[in-house]
Nanobody, 116 residues
Framework: VQLQASGGGLVQAGGSLSLSCTVS????????MAWYRQAPGEERSMVAV???????KYADSVKGRFTISRDNAKNTMYLQMNDLKPEDTGVYYC???????????WGQGTLVTVSS
């Protein structure tokens, strides 16, 4: 299973970006999918997660600004990021976990830089 994340870039504070994560395998049997962020010098942390029944959870720092969604027909997950802040800067990774599978699959990451 391969995940391809895209959509990162440089944006000014208050701006928006939309990230995409395309999965090489059908998403119909997933347990959950998620976006993580790794800021410079910090550990990777969860930003948003969506499970098989579309139950969604966000990190407190992005609630009301970020929206996670998925399109099973396109095998793609999205992260719409609005009102971006400099502290949102980091490499954003997508991950997927399939039912009945032990491992998680990770994309290569896409860099988001928010300037003040």
């Amino acid at each position: 299973v391969q995940l391809q994340a895209s959509g990162g870039g440089l944006v000014q504070a208050g701006g928006s970006l939309s990230l995409s994560c395309t999965v090489s395998r059908s998403m119909s049997n997933i347990n959950y999918m998620a976006w993580y962020r790794q800021a410079p010098g910090e550990e990777r942390s969860m930003v948003a997660v969506i499970n098989t029944i579309d139950s969604i959870k966000y990190a407190d720092s992005v609630k009301g600004r970020f929206t996670i969604s998925r399109d099973n027909a396109k095998n793609t997950m999205y992260l719409q990021m609005n009102d971006l802040k400099p502290e949102d800067t980091g490499v954003y990774y997508c991950t997927v976990h399939y039912r009945g599978n032990i491992r998680h699959y990770w994309g290569q990451g896409t860099l988001v830089t928010v300037s003040s």
